[in-house]
Nanobody
Framework: QVQLVESGGGLVQAGGSLRLSCTASGTIFSINAMGWYRQAPGKQRELVAAITVSGGTNYVDSVKGRFTISRDNAKNTVYLQMNSLKPEDTAVYYC??????????????????WGQGTQVTVSS
């Protein structure tokens, strides 16, 4: 059974930075595209960043130029570097493997059960 453990969230002022980490166990991590999702209160969970097996990346427009997704297959870990944070980035952040035709569309579906997520709160 795959387990996902997210960490690195916290409270930060607008304009600040955070680096999230997500470690997967119980799977061959390196063969999966990975994504970072977020869910704000009262809203649906949305995919904000994705990375392919070979390292290709894509982002939703709201985070482009501010967030960077990366992966370390040797550590079974995917990262999300978040800079220039805004109050609207406040959410619980989750990672998951993703599947779909192409990350170019960001129309990707989660593969595994969800982890506990990590809370990111950005104050104005």
């Amino acid at each position: 059974q795959v387990q996902l453990v997210e960490s690195g969230g916290g409270l930060v002022q607008a304009g600040g930075s955070l680096r999230l980490s997500c470690t997967a166990s119980g799977t061959i991590f390196s063969i999966n595209a990975m994504g970072w999702y977020r869910q704000a209160p009262g809203k649906q969970r949305e995919l904000v960043a994705a990375i392919t097996v070979s390292g290709g990346t894509n982002y939703v427009d709201s985070v482009k130029g501010r967030f960077t997704i990366s992966r370390d297959n040797a550590k079974n870990t995917v990262y999300l570097q978040m800079n220039s944070l805004k109050p609207e980035d406040t959410a619980v952040y989750y990672c998951n493997a993703v599947q779909g035709r192409s990350i170019a569309t960001m129309r990707l579906s989660p593969v595994w059960s969800w982890g506990q997520g990590t809370q990111v709160t950005v104050s104005s």
